[in-house]
């Protein structure tokens, strides 16, 4: 008993230990992944697949070996974590995420916390060489984001255990920023570095970050500034970074060993543009789920407009089938009264019916009728004609009045069901979390 309590009392103290961010993120996650209700299971409802948004973002951190990755996520979350140091130490992918429990995980555990990175199975090789490290830190931002750090890139004869680059490219597509470190050591300039900057420049230029790192051990300002010079100079040289309002911030992890410098340390904007980034993601998360709300409730609302287009179809081939067979059997029924006029004398039909009612119907229906009939009989082609005419009636009428299947009562139940939920549960919610969002954003603009 005892320890069910306290399992509530550290869920309460989680609980209550989430950032307001934190929170609208993870229950707009919820949201989407729910058993009963979750969008996504609705959706997929309706031959739709919608992805739930990630509960954090993404940071891909890429450059040649020893440019500071490690250093700066160790900074980042004030806690030494992963290896640094001259020699190579990162040689595969480490997800660096917050958790409860300080934790290490390998392969597919790596991949089962993460299952948006599951594709990354189909490149041999990267499974072995994947591993996540869970930090209890609350430092920063650090629970609204995920790290990655990639292998050091060198040129020359350096061996992979797996395609570095084309890991790297599907990363970058997914990744929300990605950060690329040049150090001042000699090696920013490594052709492999470039290339696959390069490349993700063409396809994510806008989440691209570009940082000198370790400035501080650039030496004098003027020869940081050669360095700076250098790499803008090749960076320029290829089409896709050659652009208008090229920066390259100078960054370096403060700590009691480092030098003395005049350097300016710009590592504070790094912080700033993460936590911009989460604040977008959160503003893109809930135009999603509102946009994601609206296909289903069209979707909804079309499979309803459909069944009641195809019920009024049916109707009206209902009533030309009837009216066609009514045609066909027309026949049978003239020649059935004709029957029961001479199986029935006129003192019996006048006992039921006034026998000037009896003369009327008799000159205008009876007499041409049975003379009619007695035509037809007569005239084998003509009778011939007349039931080939009848049976034809009767196909057409079976013909057009085929009905095309409906929605069954508890179908249009369901579908009303899941449309009042979106209106009265989902939607209220995410204008609840814009006003708590934008609320947060004004009292934090006005401190």
Same mark, same amino acid.
């Given at each position: 008993?005892?320890?069910?309590?306290?399992?509530?009392?550290?869920?309460?103290?989680?609980?209550?230990?989430? *950032?307001?961010?934190?929170?609208?993120?993870?229950?707009?996650?919820?949201?989407?992944?729910?058993?009963?209700?979750?969008?996504?299971?609705?959706?997929?409802?309706?031959?739709?697949?919608?992805?739930?948004?990630?509960?954090?973002?993404?940071?891909?951190?890429?450059?040649?070996?020893?440019?500071?990755?490690?250093?700066?996520?160790?900074?980042?979350?004030?806690?030494?974590?992963?290896?640094?140091?001259?020699?190579?130490?990162?040689?595969?992918?480490?997800?660096?995420?917050?958790?409860?429990?300080?934790?290490?995980?390998?392969?597919?555990?790596?991949?089962?916390?993460?299952?948006?990175?599951?594709?990354?199975?189909?490149?041999?090789?990267?499974?072995?060489?994947?591993?996540?490290?869970?930090?209890?830190?609350?430092?920063?931002?650090?629970?609204?984001?995920?790290?990655?750090?990639?292998?050091?890139?060198?040129?020359?004869?350096?061996?992979?255990?797996?395609?570095?680059?084309?890991?790297?490219?599907?990363?970058?597509?997914?990744?929300?920023?990605?950060?690329?470190?040049?150090?001042?050591?000699?090696?920013?300039?490594?052709?492999?570095?470039?290339?696959?900057?390069?490349?993700?420049?063409?396809?994510?230029?806008?989440?691209?970050?570009?940082?000198?790192?370790?400035?501080?051990?650039?030496?004098?300002?003027?020869?940081?500034?050669?360095?700076?010079?250098?790499?803008?100079?090749?960076?320029?040289?290829?089409?896709?970074?050659?652009?208008?309002?090229?920066?390259?911030?100078?960054?370096?992890?403060?700590?009691?060993? *480092?030098?003395?410098?005049?350097?300016?340390?710009?590592?504070?904007?790094?912080?700033?543009?993460?936590?911009?980034?989460?604040?977008?993601?959160?503003?893109?998360?809930?135009?999603?789920?509102?946009?994601?709300?609206?296909?289903?409730?069209?979707?909804?609302?079309?499979?309803?407009?459909?069944?009641?287009?195809?019920?009024?179809?049916?109707?009206?081939?209902?009533?030309?089938?009837?009216?066609?067979?009514?045609?066909?059997?027309?026949?049978?029924?003239?020649?059935?009264?004709?029957?029961?006029?001479?199986?029935?004398?006129?003192?019996?039909?006048?006992?039921?019916?006034?026998?000037?009612?009896? *003369?009327?119907?008799?000159?205008?229906?009876?007499?041409?009728?049975?003379?009619?009939?007695?035509?037809?009989?007569?005239?084998?082609?003509?009778?011939?004609?007349?039931?080939?005419?009848?049976?034809?009636?009767?196909?057409?009428?079976?013909?057009?009045?085929?009905?095309?299947?409906?929605?069954?009562?508890?179908?249009?139940?369901?579908?009303?069901?899941?449309?009042?939920?979106?209106?009265?549960?989902?939607?209220?919610?995410?204008?609840?979390?814009?006003?708590?969002?934008?609320?947060?954003?004004?009292?934090?603009?006005?401190?």
């Amino acid at each position: 008993m005892s320890g069910r309590m306290s399992q509530r009392g550290g869920d309460a103290a989680f609980e209550g230990s989430l *950032t307001p961010n934190e929170k609208i993120l993870r229950d707009v996650h919820q949201l989407y992944v729910d058993e009963d209700n979750g969008l996504v299971n609705i959706a997929r409802s309706f031959a739709i697949d919608l992805l739930a948004p990630r509960k954090k973002i993404t940071v891909l951190l890429i450059g040649n070996h020893s440019a500071g990755k490690s250093s700066f996520i160790n900074w980042y979350i004030e806690e030494h974590i992963l290896k640094t140091g001259v020699a190579i130490e990162t040689q595969g992918f480490t997800f660096v995420t917050s958790g409860r429990k300080r934790e290490s995980l390998q392969g597919n555990a790596s991949l089962h916390l993460n299952p948006y990175f599951k594709p990354l199975q189909e490149i041999p090789g990267v499974i072995e060489n994947l591993s996540t490290e869970i930090s209890t830190s609350r430092n920063k931002k650090f629970t609204l984001v995920n790290f990655l750090d990639t292998p050091g890139l060198t040129d020359g004869d350096m061996k992979y255990g797996f395609d570095v680059d084309q890991a790297i490219l599907w990363l970058g597509k997914i990744a929300d920023l990605i950060f690329v470190f040049f150090d001042p050591i000699g090696q920013a300039l490594c052709k492999r570095t470039l290339n696959i900057v390069e490349e993700l420049s063409e396809i994510r230029p806008e989440r691209m970050r570009f940082y000198l790192s370790k400035a501080d051990e650039a030496g004098p300002e003027s020869d940081r500034q050669k360095v700076l010079i250098q790499i803008a100079q090749e960076l320029c040289k290829r089409p896709s970074l050659n652009k208008a309002g090229f920066e390259m911030p100078t960054i370096y992890v403060p700590g009691p060993n *480092t030098k003395s410098t005049r350097c300016v340390n710009q590592i504070e904007d790094v912080c700033k543009d993460i936590e911009k980034t989460i604040n977008l993601t959160i503003q893109n998360t809930l135009d999603q789920l509102d946009k994601d709300c609206d296909i289903i409730l069209d979707q909804v609302q079309h499979k309803l407009d459909k069944d009641g287009e195809v019920k009024s179809r049916n109707s009206s081939a209902n009533f030309r089938a009837y009216f066609l067979w009514t045609l066909s059997f027309l026949p049978l029924v003239l020649w059935g009264s004709c029957a029961l006029d001479a199986f029935l004398t006129k003192k019996t039909i006048v006992t039921v019916i006034p026998l000037d009612y009896y *003369t009327m119907i008799e000159k205008i229906y009876l007499i041409p009728t049975r003379s009619m009939i007695s035509n037809v009989i007569a005239d084998y082609n003509l009778m011939a004609a007349c039931v080939a005419v009848c049976i034809v009636l009767f196909l057409l009428g079976a013909f057009i009045g085929r009905s095309k299947p409906t929605l069954k009562r508890k179908q249009i139940k369901d579908l009303n069901n899941k449309r009042n939920f979106i209106l009265e549960n989902v939607k209220p919610k995410k204008d609840k979390y814009y006003q708590f969002y934008l609320k947060q954003c004004v009292s934090h603009h006005d401190n």
